[in-house]
Nanobody
Framework: VQVVESGGGSVQPGGALTLSCAAS????????MGWHRQAPGKQRDLIAT???????NYAESVKGRFTISRGDAKNTINLRMDNLKPDDTAVYYC???????????????WGEGTRVIVSS
């Protein structure tokens, strides 16, 4: 299973960015997809998840500003980030919780990350 993120970059405070994530390869079932982020010198934190039933979860730090959604293509998701703050500066990692076989144990697969810098 391969996971590839795109859409990172630099933006001024108050600006917006949209990240995208695509999963491919031997995927039988996707249980959830989402985003973690890791700021310099800090641990990696889960910030948004979309489940197979389309339910979503957000960390308090991004609730009301970030929106996770399914992309137009199969096995893709987007993260719309509005009203960005300097504290949102981090490397953003997409993950996919998926199984490769029917009834198989799900694993988390990760992308290599995309950097977001929020600075004036």
């Amino acid at each position: 299973v391969q996971v590839v993120e795109s859409g990172g970059g630099s933006v001024q405070p108050g600006g917006a960015l949209t990240l995208s994530c695509a999963a491919s390869g031997s995927i039988r079932t996707i249980f959830a997809m989402g985003w973690h982020r890791q700021a310099p010198g800090k641990q990696r934190d889960l910030i948004a998840t979309i489940f197979s039933n389309d339910n979503t979860n957000y960390a308090e730090s991004v609730k009301g500003r970030f929106t996770i959604s399914r992309g137009d293509a199969k096995n893709t998701i987007n993260l719309r980030m509005d009203n960005l703050k300097p504290d949102d500066t981090a490397v953003y990692y997409c993950y996919v919780e998926a199984s490769e076989y029917a009834g198989g144990v799900p694993f988390d697969y990760w992308g290599e990350g995309t950097r977001v810098i929020v600075s004036s």
